[in-house]
């Protein structure tokens, strides 16, 4: 059994980010190719954040596995692009969406108060990492913490992105979520010098998000 915290059993220590902090939860592929997200289970409620949070949204691009453009598959009578960024934006004042250079995007809304701006991959065909590169240095708002999301999670609900910021406690960097003991670090929220790695890290020549916890 993984440690104790709060009375919920989380990841393993992943001998990297030392103030790092996953909690399960379990995505499924079933056979219409759609991601179900279920609802986090296993870490309990804590009082409400008071965290000022910005988000980076990766519209992607073409996927082998849906095959076609992500931010332009539907969702419950949406596009997916669409409905993570309506959820992102009722935690988020800023919102920063990163598209390949030649993408287009279908028409994008937020509430009322969240900063809405989209940017381009500076470099194309480069991975995610690129793209929270270039996420990052769009940011205006100075956040304390950043929400970094893929659009492919057609599931997404606030509560997800509200458990995320309750358990961003003083001693921890990031709070992300795995499947199956593998991290996702796309649906995941991040001190800001953290993601300040990213640029850095791209011109080593790294593509995966997932180098920001090593």
Not at 85 to 101: D, F, G, K, N
Request: with cysteine; hydrophobic share 45%.
């Amino acid at each position: 059994m993984g440690p104790q915290i709060n009375g919920g059993t989380v990841a393993p220590d992943l001998g990297r980010l030392p103030k790092f902090l996953a909690f399960l939860h379990t995505i499924l592929l079933n056979e219409a190719d759609r991601l179900r997200l279920s609802k986090p289970v296993i870490l309990p409620d804590l009082p409400k954040s008071t965290l000022r949070c910005s988000g980076i949204l990766l519209a992607g691009g073409r996927s082998r596995r849906m095959g076609q453009d992500k931010a332009f598959v539907k969702f419950g009578g949406v596009f997916l692009l669409q409905h993570v960024l309506a959820v992102l934006s009722q935690a988020a004042a800023e919102v920063v969406v990163v598209r390949a250079p030649d993408q287009p995007l279908p028409e994008l809304e937020v509430r009322p108060g969240t900063t809405l701006r989209v940017v381009r991959d500076s470099v194309s065909d480069q991975g995610p990492l690129q793209g929270l590169a270039d996420g990052v240095q769009a940011l205006k708002a100075a956040p304390e913490a950043v929400f970094v999301l893929s659009c492919d999670l057609p599931r997404l609900e606030p509560g997800w992105l509200h458990k995320l910021q309750q358990h961003l406690t003083g001693e921890w960097d990031v709070v992300g979520t795995e499947t199956e003991g593998i991290p996702n670090p796309l649906l995941a929220l991040y001190r800001l010098a953290v993601l300040q790695q990213a640029p850095e890290l791209v011109r080593r020549g790294e593509q995966r998000p997932i180098t920001l916890w090593s």
